[in-house]
């Protein structure tokens, strides 16, 4: 079974485009997070949710809005896409918010903007 | 605040050789600090792990790191390189809230046989 599950896995869309990237996991984790991987390999924080709540939220475009409709589960929607939104999306979760429990990634979803 | 710094963004081994991935962190708090390796078109998987207690720490496929406080180095080693090691590799450290990881550039590790 897959631990972290992100859907799609490859994601190509013209700019301007609304879409939707969906990360699911079934560890039973409280956090969730969504972090940015550029062209360089680069990965960073772009949020960070536990037990639903948001509880870090880096320099981020408000274009970018996660939701998370139960713990299970935290989607990332993106708004009016811009060329520099192309990267790869890493979904993630760990047992708690502490920061001493490893995370767990899904496969990531590569974004392409044309 | 924290950071990572991996010295070397690429590493060439022959099959066989010793491994050594060099992580330096910075952190103004006790360090929680991980490895993660990256297989093409893959998601991060977790190698190892250091949050307390023993300073050498062993983690999966015959790695280990070492936590050395005084040189602010997390190291990652392994005796003998496989080809099947070939990918890029993350060093990491907890924000101080332990909300998120922070992570360095990366390495990638290329084996010749």
């Known amino acids: 079974d897959t631990a972290v599950s992100q859907t799609p896995k490859y994601l190509v869309t013209q700019m301007g485009n609304d879409k939707s990237i969906k990360c699911e996991q079934n560890?039973?984790?409280?956090?969730m997070y969504w972090y940015k991987q550029d062209s360089k390999k680069f990965l960073k924080i772009m949020f960070s949710?536990?037990?639903?709540?948001?509880?870090i939220n880096e320099t981020v475009p408000n274009r970018f809005s996660p939701k998370s409709p139960d713990k299970a589960h935290l989607n990332l929607h993106i708004n009016s896409l811009e060329l520099g939104d192309s990267a790869v999306y890493f979904c993630?979760?760990?047992?708690?918010?502490?920061?001493?429990?490893?995370?767990?990634f899904g496969d990531g979803t590569r974004l392409s903007i044309l | 605040a924290q950071s990572v710094t991996q010295l070397g963004s690429h590493v060439s081994v022959s099959e066989g050789a010793l491994v050594l991935l060099r992580c330096n962190y910075s952190?103004?708090?006790?360090?929680?600090l991980f490895w993660y390796v990256q297989y093409p078109n893959q998601g991060l998987q977790l190698l190892l792990k250091?949050?307390?207690?023993?300073?050498l720490v062993k983690g999966i496929n015959g790695f280990e790191a070492e936590f050395k406080k005084s040189e602010t180095s997390f190291h990652l080693t392994k005796p003998s390189a496989h080809m099947s090691d070939a990918a890029e590799y993350f060093c990491?450290?907890?924000?101080?809230?332990?909300?998120?990881?922070?992570f360095g550039k990366g390495t990638t590790l290329s084996v010749s046989s």
């Open positions: 993630a979760s760990s047992q708690d918010g502490q920061g001493h429990q490893p995370q767990h």
């Open positions: 560890l039973g984790h409280d956090t």
């Open positions: 990491a450290v907890s924000n101080q809230a332990g909300t998120a990881l922070i």
């Open positions: 250091y949050t307390t207690g023993a300073t």
């Open positions: 952190s103004s708090v006790p360090p929680y």
């Open positions: 949710y536990n037990n639903k709540e948001l509880i």
